[in-house]
Structures are given as C-alpha cells and as structure tokens.
C-alpha cells in the first residue's frame, strides 16, 4: 500500500519521462546536426581563407616563373627591377632575411629558453606570477614603435659608439649565460668522483672553468670595443629588435611545456639524488624537448614575417655582406622588399616587376607554411609520447 501511494505521488507523476518520444530524439538530432554544421562552416572558412591565400598568391607569382624562369629568380643576386633591362636576382634578399632571422633567433632563443627556465624551476610562484605577464607585454608593443626605437634610438648609438656598447652587452648576456654553463657543467661533472672528493672537485671545475669564460670574454670584448660601425641601419638592429620580438613567444610556449612536464618527475629526480641542475638538464629539459623546439619555430616564424622594423631599420641594401655574416653592413628582406616596391610596381600591373614580389610573397608564405606544420608535428609527437 505504502509503494503504491509513492508511486503515484503527484511530484513523481508531475517529473517527465525517462525515455524521450520520436519527435523530442528528432529534435534533439536536428538542434545538434545545426550545431555541428554552423562549426563546421566556421572551420571550413578559416581553412578555405588559407587556400585563398595561397590560390591568389600563387595566381599573379606563376606568370614571373613562366617569364624569367627559376634560375636567375634564386641564384643571382643582382636586384635591379626599374632598369632599363631589369634584373630579378633575388639571391640577396633571401640572404639578407636569413641572416637577420638567424640574428633574432641567437637573441631569442637563449635567452627565452633561460627565462622559461627560470619562470618554471627557479622563481617562486608569486615572483613567475608577476615576470611572465611583464615579458608577454612585449608582444602588445606595434611593431612601428619598435621600428622607430631602433631607427632613432638604436641606430644612432651604434654609429657613434657601437664598439663599447656591443663590448658592454657581450659581458651583460653572456657572462651570466656562461656562469650558468660553469654551474651546470660542474654540477654534472661532479658525480664522477667519490662523495668525500665531490665538493672539492665541483669547486675546482667550476673555477677552472669561470676563468677560462672570463679571459675568454676578456680577450673578445677587447677586440669588440675597437669595432667602428659605419652605418647603425644593418643587420644587427634589425637582429637585435626582432629577438626582442620574439622573445614573448619562445618563453611562453616554452614556459608552458616545461610545466607540462608536471611535478611528479622533478620530484622523483630529487628522490633519486639528482640535483637541482641535473634536474633541470637531464630530466626537465628532454622530457620537454618537443615543445620548447617547437616555441622556437615560432619565434622564428615571428621575426621572418615581420615587415615594419626590417624596412625601417636595416639599410634595404640588396646585398650579400662581406663576408658573410657581417651584421655590421646593410641587408634587405622579403618582407621590406614587397612592403617598399609594392607601390612602385602597382602601375605596371602585368608586368615582371609586378609578378616578382608576388613570387617572394609565395616563398615566404610556403616556408612560413611548412614551419607551422612543423611545429604542429613536434607538438603533436610530444603529445603522442605523452600519452603513451
């Protein structure tokens, strides 16, 4: 009697059903077949949007190739577009865009992967919690306000004084990267020797290997300090602004993998005797290896396809340095060269001068292309260890 007043309750005849009829399951699938649709619209827009990209790009470069051909385009280097007989060597400019990228990545790399270091093992939670923010303001600065720092600032005191500058910030960066290198190197060299000999030892190495770093430095910055830079417009300001550029990437994403790495394997390094550096060396590091590869290859990507501080402040000389890797001299770009020439080429649609910055955009754009891709793989590998 008692289940039967409780089965017929009037709360429990008021509550819905378990089983949904025909027409609520068709509507439930129709609510979410337009859900799924409308975000499959969404994405397929933005990857329609790529191949747009591409198709057009493609479109007005392809008629360069079929005029003056591949060889000239990638193996010369004299640029002369507005000549009577006009030149396409592009050579040069691909020279002059690897050299400043591979600038920006020796000022990004180290030092943002030292930063994400610090950030993740060293500072405590309430100092990481007010240094990331302030290293990830950098990426909200315009590009223009960098380039107008390097061209009225940075440049000028290159030119007057670049020599004991770059002597000054060669004992700033890299004395402490190398008492870090000392420290560790030491550390690891170490736990060679018995327990009794392992502190002394750890001591002599790391002074033996301070005093070499320091004559080393001493030697270098001496003959840096007699440099004389003709012209603060070249390689080296654009390097040193597009490291700083990327910097905000490299130590974000590296940051982030090296807190993926997760707690439970710096703990058990530390339950077996590891210290704090071969932590960091041997166990913190490989096991984040993918992810701080891929930090930068996007670093990397950010300083290739800027535009802005390379056409202000590297010279746009379409020339090879001599020799090679001088950061000293003027460099020009892809990114400067279709920036600057666009407007010039604009009245002479149809023409070979017009098509040619339309083919740097296409080498720039695949490169660009196949490092996303790349970084994509790394991450995706990463995960796949993980997981595994």
Known sequence: MMDADIAASPKQRNMPPLLLSDAARRRQRLVAAVGNSFLLAVTSLSTLAVFFIFYFIARDALPFFRIEGFREFFTSARWYPSAEQPEFGAFAIFAGSGLVTLGAAIVAVP??????????????????????????????????AYGFF???????????SGGPILSAALWIVVAPLAAIAAIVVADLAAERFPNRARRPARWLIMCALGAGAFGALAVAGRAIAGLKISSGTNALNVSIILGIMALPTVVSVSEDALQAVGRELREGSYA???TRAETIVRTVLPAAGSGILAAIILGIMRAIGETMVVWMASGNAAQIPSPWFNYLEPVRTLTATI?????????VTGSARYHVLFAMALSLLLFSFLCNMTSEWIVRRARRKAGA
Do not use: N, T
């Not at 920036?339 to 009245?347: F, L, N, P, Q």
């Open 339 to 347: 920036a600057g020439d666009m407007g010039e080429a604009d009245h």
């Open 111 to 144: 030092m943002g992967v030292a930063a994400a270091v610090c950030l993740s093992d060293v500072l405590p939670f309430w100092a990481r919690q007010i240094v990331k923010p302030v290293i990830e303001l950098l990426a909200a600065i315009p590009s223009v």
């Open 150 to 160: 390097a061209l009225v600032v940075l440049a000028p005191l290159l030119q007057r």
């Open 272 to 274: 077996l005797g590891a």
